[in-house]
């Protein structure tokens, strides 16, 4: 079976808590074994909650600095999911995951892994730039538009590919023409995007808008991940319930109060006292660690 690592943010004040219930969802929904590695700016891990890092240890999820400094000018905080997968590791694959991400159900990421193509999903909307756009962004690189549309997850139908770079799987042992991993072609196109001084609102949506790009000059297709596997909670969505009519395995809910408000803080909270003993990070000093945590096809 091919080994993966799911890769998240850990950094204070917010993504260092958020991080811990990420990774106790998993361990909770997820029976398959992953690797869980948390990435925080290296001039930050000084900053970082002990209870934190204690947390995720005691789940096998390990935080390791990485360098931010210096790497966009001026420095744009939301690429550090880009700095995060360029990071090395030893797996066949790597899953980025934002830390406001919570699984709710049991699911195996192996189903999402595709040779030669990187999974992602559909973005919500693209309600900040006109279609125009991608003329720029294609023909920084002499590219031709792709003949490919979709309809985007809520807003906007027949559009050119554009993906959500909340939840991406992608392979390590990939190599583009030039010998480079699928993260550093990302990297570099992000980079040389951010470069066309006339492009509208590259900041902050540059890992975005570069995504689709990466991954036609990597030489990867496109493997959808559904929208039940990546549920966007908010927006014209905030507050609604949740289908029924299917099984959600993840929702991606932004801000606390929209995982509140479909009341599935519960959830969060439970799943981190299954994994580690208590519901709340900062108490894990006061908590004896539990020798075997509540598997996965238990009872709530």
């Known amino acids: 079976m091919p080994s993966l690592s799911l890769i998240f943010i850990v950094e204070p004040p ?29 001039h930050r891990m000084a900053e970082i909650d002990a209870a934190a890092v204690e947390t995720l240890r005691r789940m096998d999820a390990e935080v390791r600095p990485m360098q931010t ?14 700095l995060a997968c360029l990071e090395p590791r030893d797996t066949d694959w790597s899953g980025f995951m934002d830390s406001d991400i919570l699984m709710i159900s049991d699911t195996d990421p192996a189903r999402q892994l595709r040779d030669g193509a990187v999974t992602c999903s559909r973005a919500a909307s693209m309600l900040w ?72 609102k590259r900041r902050p949506y540059l890992d975005q808008m ?18 039940d596997d990546h549920y966007i909670l908010g927006g014209k969505l905030r507050g609604k319930p949740l289908p029924e009519d299917r099984p959600i395995t993840a929702v991606h809910y932004r801000k606390w109060r929209n995982l509140a408000e479909v009341g599935l803080a519960r959830h969060a909270y439970r799943s981190l006292r299954r994994q580690v003993g208590t519901r709340k990070v900062t108490r894990i000093f006061d908590t004896e660690p539990i020798e075997s945590p509540v598997p996965p096809d238990a009872s709530a």
């Open 14 to 42: 917010v993504y260092q808590y958020l991080a811990c219930y990420l990774a106790a969802s998993i361990r909770r929904h997820v029976s398959t074994g992953v690797r869980l590695i948390g990435y925080c700016p290296a």
């Open 69 to 82: 400094e210096g790497r966009f000018d001026p420095p744009y905080p939301h690429g550090n999911k880009l």
């Open 129 to 200: 730039a006109e279609q125009s756009i991608w003329h720029d962004i294609y023909g920084a690189f002499d590219m031709p538009l792709p003949e490919q549309r979709i309809d985007l997850m809520r807003r906007g139908k027949a559009k050119l590919p554009y993906f959500s770079s909340g939840f991406v799987i992608f392979p390590e042992t990939h190599r583009d023409a030039e010998g480079r991993r699928f993260a550093e072609t990302w990297m570099d196109t992000a980079q040389t995007i951010d470069r066309i001084a006339t492009l509208p």
């Open 210 to 227: 570069s995504l689709p790009v990466a991954m036609q000059r990597a030489g990867l297709s496109w493997h959808e991940l559904a929208e």
